[in-house]
């Protein structure tokens, strides 16, 4: 058999029943060994081994010099290791690259090697991958029936199959992504929908978070739609969209759930005042009149709010209708007002409410023929 | 099928005759989307059509694009990574030949709904060799030839290979080693393609 670099010595060309012969053996078999003699210096190295340390002194070094004993902490003598025959060696090479081994020590049967010396196997543990790499080893350095290349064929071929799982969930996640924006906006304004708003105020009050709640109804609207046509309404809607977002912070929601009805969401909103300056100040610019083909489109808005920390356990269901009595309210004072939620209005909740306190959220939006029916005392 | 077939027939077209021709491929396989996914199943009537289509398109024998096929996995460099998996099967390309039998087995180990046809190797001694190929639908030792045809390459082997037709239910591919290591081949390193 050719030597090649690497490759394991022939057991056949060394004399046979001798000491060299069961080495030679060993080469083939357990190509990292290392075989100490009774004062526990190194007499002869597999072939994997020597190439691990390639041009350092490895023959004639005391073992305690070439590695280190991680575990189990017993001293490096040759009777502790002796003790220790036949259990697991956590060992770390004395070099640069401080390589991690295990190992597995036996004495040397009489005629084997040195009197009174011992041998161990070693092999790489979980750092085989870089360990290979740093070493430069080949499939020839290691015994045909170690698994070590299968190991780094398993490393290799997995690597690559989460590769490909890995980019077939970030395009999954990003269409997922855009499958909930698109469920959860409303494509006329680009708003959060009314699925948004009950998905949002379900988690407000999982996290016990407070907030202020506006129950916005634009003033008008029908008539614009009616006068104008369908083309301005819309517009109409995208521009009352427009200034309710730049009335508001980028954390908070604002929904339109209904035609011409929208709710606001403000995180953390606990002052009755400041809620009324928004209100108000919101109302004033939707006033504004909104040019639309040369026309201008005369709306305006009534709101009704209400605060959660009010409550000490706020009902969802509860909030939405006290803000929706206070909407009615401001309808019912003349429009174009923003109107808080009070315990006088109280009264007509009570009666709204069922004797079970559950009531249906309107789910489906509300047509702005619905217009009519809130503009009482108009 | 599973979707890593697919996806290879995509590359191999993608890679040699440009994303045109792909196009024009996966619409006249009555296909509406361009990629395939390499971990989801598709049905067998889609590669089955996308075969077809790409036979028509390119007006070349199947078989030969099956060959080529399996030629392109092994010696193009985008990829490199199937062709170190591969070269995993042995230090040369006879150890390769002999553990051919194993290589569905590997392939599930690393995507275990991959199913490959199953190849039997037998030795007929003086370096010539038939392996047999079974697969779910015919053609595969097509690319079967076109694949050991680039690893002899790869390993610096001299083989002759021809795909000798069906016997039974196995396609059978004769190989004639010439030379093990004739020329040298291309670099393996054990270590490299994990960091």
Same mark, same amino acid.
């Given at each position: 058999?050719?030597?090649?670099?690497?490759?394991?010595?022939?057991?056949?060309?060394?004399?046979?029943?001798?000491?060299?012969?069961?080495?030679?053996?060993?080469?083939?078999?357990?190509?990292?060994?290392?075989?100490?003699?009774?004062?526990?210096?190194?007499?002869?190295?597999?072939?994997?081994?020597?190439?691990?340390?390639?041009?350092?002194?490895?023959?004639?070094?005391?073992?305690?010099?070439?590695?280190?004993?991680?575990?189990?902490?017993?001293?490096?003598?040759?009777?502790?290791?002796?003790?220790?025959?036949?259990?697991?060696?956590?060992?770390?090479?004395?070099?640069?690259?401080?390589?991690?081994?295990?190992?597995?020590?036996?004495?040397?049967?009489?005629?084997?090697?040195?009197?009174?010396?011992?041998?161990?196997?070693?092999?790489?543990?979980?750092?085989?991958?870089?360990?290979?790499?740093?070493?430069?080893?080949?499939?020839?350095?290691?015994?045909?029936?170690?698994?070590?290349?299968?190991?780094?064929?398993?490393?290799?071929?997995?690597?690559?199959?989460?590769?490909?799982?890995?980019?077939?969930?970030?395009?999954?996640?990003?269409?997922?992504?855009?499958?909930?924006?698109?469920?959860?906006?409303?494509?006329?304004?680009?708003?959060?929908?009314?699925?948004?708003?009950?998905?949002?105020?379900?988690?407000?009050?999982?996290?016990?978070?407070?907030?202020?709640?506006?129950?916005?109804?634009?003033?008008?609207?029908?008539?614009?739609?009616?006068?104008?046509?369908?083309?301005?309404?819309?517009?109409?809607?995208?521009?009352?969209?427009?200034?309710?977002?730049?009335?508001?912070?980028?954390?908070?929601?604002?929904?339109?759930?209904?035609?011409?009805?929208?709710?606001?969401?403000?995180?953390?909103?606990?002052?009755?005042?400041?809620?009324?300056?928004?209100?108000?100040?919101?109302?004033?610019?939707?006033?504004?009149?909104?040019?639309?083909? &040369? %026309?201008? !489109? @005369? /709306?305006?808005?009534? *709101?009704?709010?209400?605060? =959660?920390? $009010?409550?000490?356990? #706020?009902?969802?269901?509860?909030?939405?209708?006290?803000?929706?009595?206070?909407?009615?309210?401001?309808?019912?004072? &003349? %429009?174009? !007002? @923003? /109107?808080?939620?009070? *315990?006088?209005?109280?009264? =007509?909740? $009570?009666?709204?409410? #069922?004797?079970?306190?559950?009531?249906?959220?309107?789910?489906?939006?509300?047509?702005?023929?619905?217009?009519?029916?809130?503009?009482?005392?108009? | 099928?599973?979707?890593?077939?697919?996806?290879?027939?995509?590359?191999?077209?993608?890679?040699?005759?440009?994303?045109?021709?792909?196009?024009?491929?996966?619409?006249?396989?009555?296909?509406?989307?361009?990629?395939?996914?390499?971990?989801?199943?598709?049905?067998?009537?889609?590669?089955?059509?996308?075969?077809?289509?790409?036979?028509?398109?390119?007006?070349?024998?199947?078989?030969?694009?099956?060959?080529?096929?399996?030629?392109?996995?092994?010696?193009?460099?985008?990829?490199?990574?199937?062709?170190?998996?591969?070269?995993?099967?042995?230090?040369?390309?006879?150890?390769?030949?002999?553990?051919?039998?194993?290589?569905?087995?590997?392939?599930?180990?690393?995507?275990?709904?991959?199913?490959?046809?199953?190849?039997?190797?037998?030795?007929?001694?003086?370096?010539?060799?038939?392996?047999?190929?079974?697969?779910?639908?015919?053609?595969?030792?097509?690319?079967?030839?076109?694949?050991?045809?680039?690893?002899?390459?790869?390993?610096?082997?001299?083989?002759?290979?021809?795909?000798?037709?069906?016997?039974?239910?196995?396609?059978?591919?004769?190989?004639?080693?010439?030379?093990?290591?004739?020329?040298?081949?291309?670099?393996?390193?054990?270590?490299?393609?994990?960091?």
């Amino acid at each position: 058999m050719k030597m090649q670099e690497g490759a394991l010595s022939d057991p056949a060309s060394v004399p046979a029943g001798s000491a060299a012969q069961f080495a030679a053996m060993m080469d083939v078999l357990c190509p990292m060994h290392l075989m100490l003699d009774a004062a526990g210096r190194s007499v002869h190295a597999g072939p994997t081994l020597m190439k691990m340390f390639d041009a350092a002194p490895l023959i004639g070094v005391p073992f305690h010099d070439l590695f280190e004993l991680r575990r189990p902490q017993i001293g490096m003598s040759v009777p502790a290791l002796m003790d220790h025959a036949g259990t697991k060696l956590h060992l770390r090479m004395r070099s640069a690259l401080q390589t991690e081994l295990k190992g597995m020590l036996v004495p040397l049967a009489p005629g084997t090697g040195p009197a009174g010396g011992a041998l161990i196997d070693l092999s790489f543990g979980i750092s085989v991958v870089d360990s290979v790499r740093e070493y430069g080893l080949t499939s020839r350095d290691f015994s045909a029936t170690d698994l070590t290349v299968e190991m780094l064929y398993l490393v290799e071929a997995k690597t690559a199959a989460m590769d490909a799982s890995r980019s077939l969930n970030q395009r999954l996640q990003g269409a997922m992504i855009a499958a909930e924006e698109k469920a959860y906006t409303d494509t006329l304004t680009g708003l959060r929908n009314r699925r948004a708003l009950d998905y949002m105020l379900d988690r407000l009050a999982e996290a016990e978070h407070d907030f202020a709640l506006i129950h916005i109804d634009l003033d008008y609207f029908k008539s614009v739609n009616d006068s104008m046509g369908h083309a301005a309404g819309d517009h109409v809607l995208r521009e009352v969209a427009r200034i309710m977002i730049e009335e508001t912070r980028s954390d908070d929601t604002v929904a339109r759930v209904g035609g011409d009805e929208f709710v606001l969401v403000l995180k953390r909103l606990t002052d009755r005042c400041r809620v009324h300056d928004i209100a108000s100040r919101l109302i004033a610019r939707l006033k504004q009149p909104i040019a639309f083909g &040369g %026309r201008m !489109c @005369h /709306v305006s808005a009534s *709101a009704g709010s209400v605060l =959660s920390c $009010d409550h000490p356990h #706020p009902d969802m269901t509860r909030l939405m209708l006290e803000a929706d009595t206070a909407l009615y309210a401001a309808k019912r004072s &003349g %429009r174009g !007002c @923003h /109107v808080a939620f009070t *315990a006088d209005l109280n009264q =007509s909740v $009570d009666g709204l409410m #069922p004797a079970d306190g559950v009531v249906e959220r309107r789910a489906a939006p509300r047509s702005s023929s619905s217009d009519a029916e809130k503009d009482v005392g108009a | 099928m599973h979707g890593m077939i697919n996806r290879a027939i995509e590359r191999f077209v993608r890679d040699t005759y440009g994303r045109d021709i792909w196009g024009t491929v996966m619409r006249r396989a009555g296909l509406d989307y361009s990629e395939f996914e390499a971990m989801l199943t598709y049905d067998a009537k889609v590669t089955h059509d996308v075969l077809s289509a790409l036979g028509s398109v390119l007006d070349r024998p199947q078989q030969d694009i099956l060959e080529d096929i399996g030629t392109y996995l092994v010696s193009h460099p985008k990829v490199e990574a199937l062709r170190r998996l591969l070269r995993f099967g042995g230090p040369t390309f006879t150890e390769f030949l002999h553990s051919l039998d194993d290589l569905p087995a590997r392939a599930r180990l690393a995507v275990p709904d991959l199913v490959l046809p199953d190849l039997e190797l037998r030795e007929h001694g003086s370096g010539h060799f038939s392996a047999f190929c079974r697969g779910q639908t015919a053609g595969w030792g097509h690319v079967v030839v076109g694949l050991l045809r680039a690893l002899a390459d790869d390993y610096g082997a001299l083989a002759v290979l021809e795909h000798k037709g069906a016997r039974g239910d196995a396609e059978v591919i004769d190989i004639q080693l010439l030379a093990v290591e004739h020329a040298s081949g291309r670099r393996f390193d054990l270590g490299v393609g994990t960091g």
